[in-house]
């Protein structure tokens, strides 16, 4: 799953056209314009989530079971935390796969199991509450890979760490996401203990290959069909506060696509199986200047507007009901605030913070993940390499099709002349959206008002998340939303905010918890 | 030191002018016409090393104590390959650079002791024969970096392999340079005991760290520069016959420049301090496509034209003396066997061999030894990485210094905008030149004719070794050469031939250390 931090924009509402023409020269010698799409706020409406009643109901019975038993409960994060489980590599995969379905067991599930897919095993369970709604539980036991040599501490260990935030859980799945998972898990575990059930069935569907684009993601979904079909909607347990306490509800994530680019020897020139001595580059093509050419070409030279034929052509631009979202969350962003946590000095090609949250939120991306070729350790080496490879990742607003934005790829690559470039999908899929006016959204709305904190609603994430499954092919709303913070997904130092400071509005564990049991009550009743 | 494989050219001995226009885009929108320099072959004369009196000499019994004592210096051989000694990574340096004094001091040489340098020490040692002429022997001991895993055999095992060449020596430092080095001192071995001295004094001044570049031999010939001046010439042993036994001999390197290219976030736009995720690009600049646009715009789309203003300016036509060696050299290659050799299918850019000869003794390089940004493991990783590195070099003919081609780099980058790209100097120095008519030279191919086997003489070699040093800041003729065969220098399963199969034009350990003898008697008395 994926964070964007924050960006939420500052107190200017109304957006002038900054058109920025960009005299963009290509390698056949015409110049074009090329034009990244810019969108204007057409509306000064703002949409005030305070508006939407507060959820009524108390269970402090479950509160104080939750209060009682909060040191097992972090304990339980801990040990999810310390079981390593990173699919790119294969890491614990299994192990973890079935600390989650024994975890179901242990909390009531009469049914929790481990489906086997063409990839890594997902888990399905199922908790029948005799409940009038049944709601489904999308989660990933999957982590990141990481790189321990940047962390403070051991990426794996668990520890609790001294923070400006307060006690954190620092480790690699503290908030991405195994952290607000078993948090709700410990929620479930409470309500039963207390209530003997659950306010609605539930349907747990989790997965181990979601950092790898969730490849069998629907062959799991496939076995469930029927069942899933009846459910009311899909939740997500996720960290919404940011540093200052402020939630965000998010109605939609972008697609992806995520491919290798790859350059190697052969009859269009360069060494074929073996690197050679780098000074016979004088008369031996090379595979890593190919590569490198390749990939200039599909971007402007700030590599920030994409070049490629068509990319841009079916870019949506925002619908009128997004506008009072996006001018609330413009109303309620701390620029310099939002910059330090993102670690940046600056707004891409220096725009103005709303026109980069316009992009965030209604352009597709090119973005180089990872790129290698040749000697890549300490000193030098003097080679010129027979293979050249680079991961790229293109984020799709809904409209943009997964497919079709590959094809557009390699038409451009063999346009210019990079016939020679292979192209290897390692995953893909569309956008998913789900509406204000669900249930589900409403309802975790109504929670977060009873605790004076009406949220921020953004229309999506620039990230991406498999939901389309649900919200495209079951037809079923979607949320992921919870109190909580964290930061680090994807990066080092990974945290989660146990027990927050003094004043701090963020959320602990407690907190975060009990929230959850809000949700699902709020749901129950809606 | 720098291998080229063979490129000895076919029988085509006139080149037509084939002026290769490239209309070539720039970023600003104006494009320009960008020409690597073409170069003609202006005469048809041809240079016949066999006209050069064959060395009338013989020495018997030394000849007689190598045969007897062979097992005993390929163990020699062996025992310094299986000594990792790779400057890049610190690895073993001091225990070569103390294996080697110890060598010259067993072998008899009254001076030999290590010379500390700010980088890894170097060796100087020095025989006094009482002779009348004093020749440098340059070595040196480091050796290049390794990926085992793309070995046959474990690179410093020191293997014996069957292969179809016969017997080999199968290590890293086989023939780049541990092999043929450590052949002259089993030549000299052999020359002491049997005739109590050798026929010239000799200076030993080996660096270890010839590999990266040579940042500190300067420092070390300051030091002796006194008695180097009063030498007359340098030496250094090299396995200079091809897979058919032809023996080229090679009067001088080009010079080189390495460096790192960076582009890391700051006030310009990108993280700063650590990577983000990959999502984040929509509103984040990226360090890595900076990187790839800065490369990019320096070499036309296929990568083999340099765009960089100025680059080609001071590039030397061949002089006329070079042709007859050129022709020859034309006149004696196998094209078919010389890209087999190499790995490749086609020429760069297509070029005729022709063609791709001249670009290889006359024009500059710009290559791209290693890249890396962001994930490079198995599987994938969404982020925006914050750094991404490149390591770069640039082949330069004589006439091209050094520094200013580094200047013309920066110039480059910053005219078209990249002035956030960092380069890191790495290593730099000038090419190197000796002329045929030098007393060394002609008594190298003096012992050449001796065994039937004329040199193909070649204007230089396309990679770079820092014998301007004795070239040009000594004034020394300085050659490299000897017979004997080898392959892999700085890839994997880099071979020395120690016993050639029957019928092959080869020479096998034993006749490499007699022609060392038999060179070493024939300075002495030219």
Redesign the interface.
């Known amino acids: 799953m994926?964070?964007?931090?924050w960006?939420m924009l500052a107190a200017c509402l109304l957006l002038t056209a900054c058109e920025q023409n960009k005299?963009?020269?290509?390698?056949?010698?015409?110049?074009k314009q090329v034009q990244r799409p810019r969108f204007e706020i057409t509306s000064d409406e703002v949409f005030d989530a305070g508006s939407i009643p507060a959820y009524a109901g108390s269970h402090d019975e479950i509160y104080a079971d939750i209060d009682r038993n909060l040191e097992q409960h972090l304990a339980n994060l801990q040990r999810w935390v310390r079981q390593p489980s990173i699919?790119?590599?294969n890491n614990g995969i299994t192990e973890m796969a079935d600390m989650l379905r024994d975890d179901l067991l242990a909390i009531g599930f009469a049914e929790a199991e481990l489906v086997p897919t063409d990839g890594h095993p997902g888990v399905f369970a199922y908790y029948d509450a005799g409940a009038e709604k049944t709601l489904v539980v999308y989660m990933m036991y999957d982590v990141?890979?990481v790189n321990p040599e940047?962390w403070r501490v051991p990426p794996f260990a668990g520890d609790l760490v001294e923070t400006d935030l307060g006690t954190v859980l620092m480790a690699r799945g503290a908030t991405n996401q195994k952290g607000p998972e078993r948090a709700l898990l410990n929620a479930l575990e409470s309500t039963i203990s207390v209530t003997g059930t659950l306010p609605v069935n539930l349907i747990i569907l989790a997965e181990g290959e979601e950092?790898?684009?969730s490849p069998h993601f629907p062959q799991m979904v496939d076995q469930y069909k029927d069942r899933l079909l009846a459910a009311d909607g899909v939740f997500f347990p996720f960290n919404s506060q940011n540093r200052s306490g402020d939630i965000r509800m998010i109605l939609g994530v972008?697609g992806?696509i995520?491919m290798e680019l790859e350059a190697r020897?052969?009859?269009?020139?360069?060494?074929?199986?073996?690197?050679?001595?780098?000074?016979?580059?004088?008369?031996?093509?090379?595979p890593?200047?190919?590569l490198?050419?390749a990939?200039?070409?599909m971007?402007t030279?700030?590599?920030?507007t994409i070049l490629i034929d068509g990319y841009y052509d079916k870019v949506q631009p925002p619908p009128e009901k997004d506008m009072p979202l996006i001018n609330t969350m413009l109303a309620s962003t701390n620029e310099a605030k939002a910059m330090q946590a993102?670690?940046?000095?600056?707004?891409?090609?220096?725009?103005t913070m709303q026109e980069?949250?316009m992009?965030?939120l209604y352009?597709p991306?090119?973005?180089?993940?990872?790129?290698?070729?040749?000697?890549?350790?300490?000193?030098?080496?003097?080679?010129?390499?027979?293979i050249?490879t680079a991961?790229v990742?293109s984020?799709l607003p809904p409209g943009l099709d997964p497919d079709e934005m590959m094809g557009l790829i390699r038409t451009h690559l063999d346009k210019?002349?990079?016939s020679d470039i292979i192209i290897r999908p390692?995953?893909g899929y569309p956008a998913s959206q789900t509406t204000l006016d669900s249930k589900l959204v409403q309802a975790a709305i109504s929670v977060f008002n009873k605790y004076g904190s009406p949220p921020s609603v953004e229309p999506r994430?620039?990230?991406?998340a498999p939901f389309y499954v649900f919200t495209d092919i079951l037809q079923l709303p979607m949320v992921f939303t919870g109190i909580g913070h964290g930061s680090g997904?994807?990066?080092?130092n990974e945290i989660m905010v146990i027990y927050p400071k003094d004043g701090s509005e963020i959320a602990g564990l407690a907190k975060i918890e009990k929230g959850y049991v809000d949700i699902l009550h709020a749901l129950a009743s809606q």
């Open positions: 994926i964070y964007s931090k960006l005299e963009i020269a290509v390698t056949d010698g015409t110049s699919s790119a590599q990141q890979p940047d950092e790898l684009g972008k992806i995520y020897g052969g009859a269009h020139g360069g060494p074929v199986d073996h690197e050679v001595h780098g000074s016979l580059k004088a008369y031996i093509d090379s890593v200047w190919r490198v050419q990939l200039a070409s971007t030279p700030d590599g920030n993102l670690g940046i000095e600056r707004w891409v090609d220096g725009e980069a949250q992009d965030y352009n991306t090119l973005n180089i993940n990872g790129i290698w070729a040749g000697y890549t350790g300490d000193g030098s080496k003097t080679i010129l390499p027979h050249a991961q990742d984020r210019h002349g990079f390692m995953s994430l620039a990230g991406s997904a994807h990066a080092p």
